[in-house]
């Protein structure tokens, strides 16, 4: 069981602006988690709809988030590697990795929605097999194997490969994650069984959690990162007033595409899309109910999918730093304590 955690702050650049002002918000997001002492930083990658998320492309955003920032680590959360030649991956993580210190975060996954492989190139029934071939070139790289042609990766990976993370529903996936000695990444939320609609979200993940550390190496330290769907506000009317826009949004889109949404009440669809939300007492009690974190070593939250404007979005980045997350374990950098908690 872990206890000291570190969190995270998780983004999908989805505020309602177009790229250029979403980048700038996201940026900004980013630099107010740095600022309250958040460990680290991720973005997901989405290909072609704005409406899932915004950012098909994240070693350029991470980037130019390095350049902006000084200590906070900075991930990806996840980099569909199947849709990806790996290669340019390895080469692009590289690069990213000593322009941000050595701060880079890799995470890895298979999925992606289904209807963007085939601008790639890819078939999407194939996407774990590719995702297997795909990650050990990748890996081939940075361990400075010959690549075809006799070419070596430039420049080197130094220890990147200590830094990957892979992202999985599944219970193999956890072994598979825990015998490679990567990190492990679990969703903020995760498909029901058809025979368990009602199962709760720990439920479903404590079998991964187990399975990965059943294969991880010995001498391999866990690396258990638990992705949350959290908006802290400063009133509960406030969060359940963003809440009935966003995630009543997001169950229409759901129920469009042919997926069915349990319930329809607003505590239904708070539970269906396995979102903490209210104020620090409130997401701090139902985080503390959630028995997954008891093993994460890292948790990272994400505001979607409330999807609240950016200035709720910074009070919730604040109220969750200053009030929910001692309580899940956290303690704050030195240099962001208060004098007044230095001396005391």
């Given amino acids: 069981m872990s206890t000291k955690k570190n969190i995270g702050f998780f983004t999908r650049l989805l505020d309602a602006a177009p790229a250029p002002e979403r980048y700038r918000l996201g940026v900004e997001q980013i630099l107010h988690a740095e600022a309250l002492g958040f460990d680290s930083a991720w973005v997901a990658q989405h290909h072609f709809n704005e409406d899932e998320g915004g950012m098909p492309s994240p ?7 390095a350049a902006r920032t000084s200590r906070i680590r900075l991930g990806t959360g996840v980099v569909c590697l199947t849709m990806e030649d790996p290669v340019r991956v390895a080469e692009d993580a590289v690069v990213t990795d000593v322009l941000s210190g050595g701060r880079l975060e890799v995470g890895f996954g298979s999925g992606g929605t289904p209807t963007s492989y085939a601008a790639f190139g890819v078939a ?4 774990h097999a590719t995702y297997t071939r795909k990650l050990a070139t990748l890996r081939d790289a940075w361990a400075g194997h010959q690549l075809l042609g006799n070419n070596q990766l430039y420049p080197a990976a130094g220890d990147l490969r200590r830094r990957n993370w892979q992202a999985t529903f599944s219970v193999p996936g956890g072994e598979h994650a825990g015998r490679d000695g990567d990190g492990l990444l ?8 058809k025979d368990r609609p009602d199962a709760v979200l720990h439920d479903l993940q404590l079998p991964i959690v187990e399975a990965y550390l059943a294969n991880l190496p010995a001498g391999h330290a866990p690396r258990i990162l638990a ?15 963003f809440a ?3 995630l009543r949004g997001i169950a229409e889109k759901f129920k469009a595409a042919g997926h069915i949404v349990q319930g329809d009440t607003l505590d239904d669809l708070i539970r269906a899309f ?9 997401v701090a009690e139902s985080l503390t109910a959630d028995r997954t974190l008891a093993h994460a070593t890292d948790v990272a939250v994400q505001v979607h999918s409330v999807d609240p404007p950016h200035e709720f979005i910074l009070r919730s980045i604040e109220l969750f730093a200053t009030r929910v997350a001692p309580a899940l374990g956290w303690v704050a950098p030195a240099a962001h304590l208060k004098p007044a908690l230095l001396a005391s």
Avoid: C, K, N, Y
Avoid at 59 to 65: E, G, I, R, T
Avoid at 186 to 193: F, G, I, K
């Fill in 274 to 282: 396995d979102t903490h939300l209210g104020t620090p007492e409130e």
């Fill in 59 to 65: 070693f350029p955003f991470l980037a130019h988030v």
């Fill in 227 to 241: 992705s949350r769907s959290v908006f802290v506000a400063d009133s509960r009317a406030e969060a359940r007033r």
């Fill in 124 to 127: 999407f029934d194939e996407r």
């Fill in 244 to 246: 009935e826009i966003g």
């Fill in 186 to 193: 679990l969703s903020r939320t995760q498909p029901r069984p």
